[in-house]
């Protein structure tokens, strides 16, 4: 698994508008149209995705 990171402050922001608490979250992998979080206690991954649209959304795909 790779080291997790601190979320920076546009990630933050990207987390309050989908409704998640970022304060529970770190960040494991950051890509231009993709972002890696990972639940800090249950360790659960989730996928978020920059839409066409320009808004983000949260895949559902299971890793």
Request: overall charge positive.
């Amino acid at each position: 698994m790779k080291h997790d990171r601190r979320l920076t402050v546009k990630q933050k922001e990207i987390l309050e508008e989908l409704g998640i608490n970022p304060g529970q979250y770190f960040r494991v992998k950051a890509l231009p149209n993709e972002l890696y979080i990972v639940h800090k206690k249950v360790r659960k991954t989730r996928i978020l995705k920059k839409g066409k649209d320009g808004k983000w959304y949260e895949s559902y795909r299971c890793c």
